[in-house]
Nanobody
Framework: VQLQASGGGAVQAGGSLRLSCAASGSTASSYTMGWFRQAPGKEREFVAAINWSGLATYYADSVKGRFTLSRDNNKNTVALQMNSLKPEDTAVYYC???????????????????WGQGTQVTVSS
C-alpha cells in the first residue's frame, strides 16, 4: 500500500483544514487507516484512526469533538476534517496503514507499517 497525504496549510486558531490521504493498491479499501502527527521537538503521536468499513473510529482525547475522520472506499481516500484548530495542533501530519487488512483501529504507532510522506499544518494564534 502506498499512501499520499495532502491538504495541509496555515490557518488561524479557530479555523479549519481538511487533510486527505490517498491509498493505492488493489486492497487499499480493506485497510484501517490512521493519522499521526509530530510537532517540532516532540515525538510522533496518534491523532485518529478509522476501520476499513468506515463504521468504527478512534480519536485521541486531544482532538475528540474537533476532528472527524471519514473514508470513501470508492476513491480509496481517507479525510481528516479538522475544526476549531488550536496552535497546539501545529505539526506534520502523517497517514498510516497497518500491514494486515481489517485491523481494529488503534493508537499504537508500531502497529502501522505503511506511512505517507507527511503534510504540514500550522495554526497561528
Amino acid at each position: 500500500v502506498q499512501l499520499q497525504a495532502s491538504g495541509g496549510g496555515a490557518v488561524q486558531a479557530g479555523g479549519s483544514l481538511r487533510l486527505s490521504c490517498a491509498a493505492s493498491g488493489s486492497t487499499a479499501s480493506s485497510y484501517t487507516m490512521g493519522w499521526f502527527r509530530q510537532a517540532p521537538g516532540k515525538e510522533r503521536e496518534f491523532v485518529a484512526a478509522i476501520n476499513w468499513s468506515g463504521l468504527a473510529t478512534y480519536y485521541a482525547d486531544s482532538v475528540k469533538g474537533r476532528f472527524t475522520l471519514s473514508r470513501d472506499n470508492n476513491k480509496n481516500t481517507v479525510a481528516l476534517q479538522m475544526n476549531s484548530l488550536k496552535p497546539e495542533d501545529t505539526a506534520v501530519y502523517y497517514c498510516a496503514a497497518p500491514r494486515a487488512i481489517k485491523v481494529v483501529p488503534n493508537p499504537v504507532e508500531e502497529s502501522y507499517t505503511y506511512w505517507g510522506q507527511g503534510t504540514q499544518v500550522t495554526v497561528s494564534s
